[in-house]
């Protein structure tokens, strides 16, 4: 499609996409930037992972929150998601099979990058929503479908998160359960909106056994 977020910068960071044995594409929040989220990947430690980060336009990928209507979010969500699409593309253009691709996200990049692989599913090296859940005004479960063979899914949020409800989290949860996705589900009480160590911790470990 040629959508909102088409033709905007993919940012790289970390090792060459030629010489990397991983890859990581992270997914920035409303408001901030690519270049932004990628300073988060200064704190993985690991060697040997190529880490992408595509752009919004303006900085924000949909206009509405997440629990509205799917319709009052086009065309920035459906561009949005092929912009992940395209930075998965790009990573499996230089040999890195999907099964060595963490797909990462942060609040409005952490539904995006969720809703992406809930609706692509198959098995990745990872996938991690800091803050985030599924896009919709509600969730069935139902119309989810697909394997991603034991793919490592983490969510972690906030149980007071003001802009991420913790039922979405859960029924988020329960979506890559249902879709063989091996899920790991953290609320930390009363956290604010944003990233803690154990997350970053978490994260790091998924990174280090794709690169071991």
Request: aromatic share 6%; proline share 6%.
């Amino acid at each position: 499609m040629n959508g909102p977020h088409q033709n905007q910068p993919l940012v790289t960071a970390g090792a060459d996409l030629e010489n990397a044995e991983a890859a990581m594409i992270l997914v920035h929040g409303r408001g901030a930037t690519a270049q932004s989220i990628l300073q988060m990947a200064s704190q993985f430690g690991a060697d040997g992972v190529a880490y992408l980060a595509p752009q919004a336009t303006r900085n924000t990928w949909y206009p509405n929150p997440f629990t509205a209507p799917v319709e009052s979010n086009e065309p920035g969500r459906s561009s949005g998601l092929q912009a992940v699409a395209d930075a998965v593309a790009n990573v499996e253009d230089a040999d890195i099979p999907a099964e060595k691709i963490v797909i990462l996200g942060f609040s409005q990049g952490a539904c995006l990058a969720s809703e992406f692989v809930a609706r692509n599913p198959r098995r990745y090296g990872g996938v991690v929503a800091l803050s985030g859940g599924l896009i919709g005004q509600s969730i069935d479960v139902e119309d989810y479908e697909g394997d991603l063979e034991g793919t490592p899914v983490f969510f972690g949020c906030s149980d007071v998160d003001p802009h991420i409800p913790a039922e979405r989290v859960h029924v988020s949860a329960k979506v890559f359960g249902r879709l063989n996705g091996d899920v790991e589900k953290r609320l930390y009480p009363g956290m604010g909106h944003g990233v803690n160590d154990d997350e970053i911790e978490y994260v790091s470990g998924l990174i280090a056994r794709l690169v071991a």
